[in-house]
């Protein structure tokens, strides 16, 4: 039985998504979505214990991506990820998406640190 947790990574950004990918696979299973609509149909689908989501994506930012997630998956913990340091961003993400953490990027983790040392500037 595998009892890794599940957590569902959201940004339009690819790179972005290799990185926390890089970051978080050995402690957890992953499932990656470049789309947040796309995220959306694969919450209706499976069941998560986190969702870590980038703020702005086309179509659909990240606080909305929260709040939808929270009608259908009411106990999964929901974390936004973002550069923005607006206090209205996170208040409007705490107070719509019912975010369980915030992410202000660029963070440090000594375990992204191959993966950081190639990153684009």
């Not at 569902?8 to 998504?17: G, N, P």
């Not at 470049?34 to 959306?40: E, N, V």
């Not at 915030?102 to 963070?107: E, G, L, T, V």
Request: proline share 7%.
């Amino acid at each position: 039985m595998n009892d890794k947790r599940k957590i569902l990574i959201v940004d339009d950004v690819k790179t972005m998504l290799l990185l926390l990918k890089s970051c978080l696979a050995p402690d957890f299973h992953l499932q990656i979505c470049q789309d947040p609509k796309a995220a959306l149909s694969r919450l209706q689908q499976q069941t998560f214990d986190v969702i870590i989501s980038d703020y702005l994506m086309p179509g659909m930012d990240g606080i909305d991506l929260l709040s939808q997630a929270k009608s259908c998956q009411p106990h999964c913990a929901r974390v936004l990820l973002t550069s923005d340091r607006d206090l209205t961003t996170v208040q409007r993400a705490v107070k719509e998406g019912h975010i369980s953490a915030f992410i202000s990027k660029p963070w440090q983790n000594p375990r992204c640190s191959p993966v950081l040392q190639n990153w684009p500037s």
